[in-house]
């Protein structure tokens, strides 16, 4: 980066730093290579050689019904995954640029406990909680409102997935929240906005790259969730990942699990493609302080 | 929605304001008076209770007790966003994600003004403070004086009878300040509306001001025109805070024909005299002293000693601290065509009893100067 920035001498001196800087991420980039680069190779060539060299493997995935519509539920639990997450993480990253530096603290450590929490555990308690005779029913109940069904159903899924990936949502939010300059609020109103106006106009824009960027997190993570939609999932939410597991594990197709899983990646890359250019608009201009 | 006629400057009636946090009185008991198309300066050092004022009159901050009238209607309680009011605030607070164009677009696009109304309206604001050719850029992109332009313009593209800036200059050098000053005057001026100006710096609020009201403490010390409160401060807070002067404190006798106070050994008089129990100090201003070496007389019947401790050319003449016989500092101004005098050297100040002010001594005068 600095090599790009610096004016003087494009020559000697700016490509001895470039190598410096590389140099200094040498062990990342090689980590990176092996544990991500040459398994995921693997992954391609085996869907593409096994059991013999063709598109064999690609053909079944788009000729069974049944993968199409868990590719499709996949892409639409992670959407609203990363909708619950942003309608429950913009108030509370609010709040946390509001309160003082205690209670924010106190805030923080709520948000980042869960993540010392194992998933395994969280998913289970979040089994608890949902069933049928669980807490939250009892409680429906209770109030009269009547029981629920959301142990094994889409709606479960997704109060558990959004549960374990809120805080990669609360803190890109928070950090960019942090960022904006409240008096731009007051300056709104003296200009004739009611305090809602001006929040629409004004703050909601400026919080956007923060917004875009917990999004992107969530719901690429979200995608490829495997412990929290099996456990707390039925047959009619299954997600991608878990049908990867059949075909890898219990079938010992290689090749078709390869497929499934570059395929995910694939249509993750082209949404993101389509997505990019709207959001790098509205990023840039947030960004101008 | 409003035409050029009827955009006249409203009245401003603040009658007997008080704002408390807790046990801290911001303002204790404020009243100001401002003419519809006045350029009220509100001027004190920082915590003094201007930007309190300022911040009342805007509707950013509630009232503890007292009346406010804009316009002739009472505004006590009515939020910021409906009381029509302009503000410049010194972080000039544009809006980053918007450009110039829409950022000074933006009090019209809230009322509901037309597109063609709205872009003819937005470049005459544009124009009125030279920023014209800016409209596509992004605040980012401008310096910190451009960008108070732009917020200037932004706060008077929908007509508001009252503009209030708060430091709008503070955060830019002197020359630019300067020049935005006189800017200022000439926006004042053509618009007719009333403006609030808020700022610490004396000289700033001598230029821009019709009058000024000085404060200190949260309350109002004198208002007046720069004139009447250089002239005549009704305080030495504000004689203090007006321009340089010299005060004079000793020992003080009063008598039918006045007051003397002794200087070292040294006597001064004056015509004047304070009634009810107060300390009286002089103050004199320092072109009504005239500084000679020992042993030449000029007009005036006091006469103190005193040694130069700091002189300061200034181009169009010298100023010069002379430290007098009990340790004070009189400042003195003389032209360039007068002698000059060196830092040690033994001098005379002569002065005019008539010129000096008597005035009440107040110890917290010098502490929140500073």
């Given at each position: 980066m600095s090599a790009i920035v610096e004016p003087a001498k494009p020559g000697t001196a700016g490509r001895s730093r470039a190598w410096k800087a590389f140099a200094l991420a040498l062990p990342a980039l090689i980590l990176l290579v092996a544990v991500v680069g040459y398994p995921l190779l693997m992954i391609v060539l085996r869907s593409l050689s096994e059991p013999h060299w063709g598109v064999q493997n690609y053909s079944w995935f788009f000729s069974t019904p049944v993968n199409l519509v868990v590719l499709k539920r996949t892409f639409a639990i992670s959407a609203w995954v990363t909708v619950v997450c942003v309608a429950c993480a913009y108030p509370y990253a609010y709040l946390m640029t509001a309160v003082g530096p205690k209670v924010r603290l106190v805030m923080v450590l709520c948000v980042l406990i869960p993540f010392w929490v194992s998933g395994v555990v969280r998913t289970l308690s979040w089994v608890i909680l949902l069933q049928d005779s669980g807490v939250i029913n009892s409680v429906l109940k209770w109030a009269g409102i009547g029981t629920v069904r959301l142990i094994r159903t889409q709606t479960g899924v997704v109060i558990g997935m959004a549960q374990v990936l809120l805080p990669f949502m609360i803190l890109p939010l928070y950090s960019v929240m942090k960022g904006i300059d409240l008096r731009l609020m007051r300056a709104a109103q003296s200009l004739g906005a009611r305090p809602i106006r001006a929040f629409f106009t004004v703050y909601l824009p400026l919080s956007l790259p923060g917004v875009y960027a917990g999004a992107i997190i969530v719901f690429i993570l979200a995608l490829g969730f495997y412990i929290t939609p099996a456990l707390l999932g039925g047959p009619r939410s299954t997600m991608l990942s878990t049908l990867v597991q059949n075909q890898v594990l219990s079938l010992l197709q290689w090749g078709r699990g390869g497929a499934m899983g570059v395929v995910l990646l694939l249509a993750t890359f082209l949404l993101l493609a389509l997505a990019a250019p709207a959001m790098r608009q509205k990023h840039k201009e947030g960004a101008r302080h | 929605m409003t035409t050029k006629a009827s955009n006249r400057g409203a009245a401003i009636e603040i009658r007997s304001i008080t704002k408390t946090y807790g046990d801290f009185r911001a303002l204790d008991d404020v009243s100001l008076h401002v003419e519809p198309g006045e350029f009220m300066t509100l001027l004190?050092?920082?915590?003094?209770?201007k930007t309190t004022t300022l911040n009342v009159v805007a509707g950013f901050t509630d009232l503890t007790s007292g009346t406010l009238l804009v316009g002739g209607k009472n505004v006590v309680g009515v939020p910021a966003h409906k009381r029509n009011i302009g503000v410049v605030f010194q972080h000039y607070a544009l809006f980053p994600h918007m450009t110039v164009g829409r950022n000074v677009a933006y009090p019209l696009t809230l009322r509901g003004v037309g597109k063609a109304e709205r872009e003819a309206r937005v470049l005459r604001a544009l124009d009125m403070v030279k920023?014209?050719?800016?409209?596509?850029?992004?605040?980012?992109?401008?310096s910190g004086g451009q960008q108070q332009r732009v917020a200037l313009a932004r706060a008077i593209v929908f007509d508001p009878p009252v503009l209030l800036m708060d430091e709008p200059l503070g955060a830019l050098d002197k020359k630019l300040r300067e020049w935005l000053q006189l800017e200022i005057k000439r926006i004042h001026r053509e618009l007719g509306t009333t403006f609030i100006y808020v700022t610490h710096d004396q000289e700033e609020a001598l230029v821009l001001s019709d009058r000024i009201a000085v404060f200190n403490r949260g309350r109002i010390e004198q208002v007046g025109t720069g004139r009447e409160l250089y002239?005549?401060?009704?305080t030495l807070f504000v004689g203090r805070f007006i321009g340089d002067s010299t005060v004079l404190r000793g020992g003080a006798r009063s008598d039918g024909t006045g007051t003397a106070l002794k200087i070292a050994d040294e006597t001064v008089t004056t015509p004047r005299r304070l009634s009810g129990d107060v300390t009286p100090v002089m103050l004199l201003r320092p072109e009504k002293l005239s500084i000679r070496r020992p042993g030449q007389p000029a007009a005036g019947q006091n006469r103190l000693s005193g040694r130069i401790a700091e002189a300061i050319y200034l181009g169009s003449g010298s100023k010069y601290e002379v430290a007098l016989g009990d340790g004070s500092l009189a400042i003195v101004r003389s032209s360039l065509t007068d002698e000059s005098f060196k830092i040690g050297e033994q001098v005379d100040l002569w002065f005019d009893g008539a010129d000096a002010k008597l005035l009440a001594d107040d110890a917290s005068a010098e502490t929140t100067l500073t």
């Open positions: - | 004190g050092p920082s915590g003094s209770g920023m014209r050719d800016f409209a596509h850029r992004y605040p980012s992109e401008l002239d005549e401060p009704s």
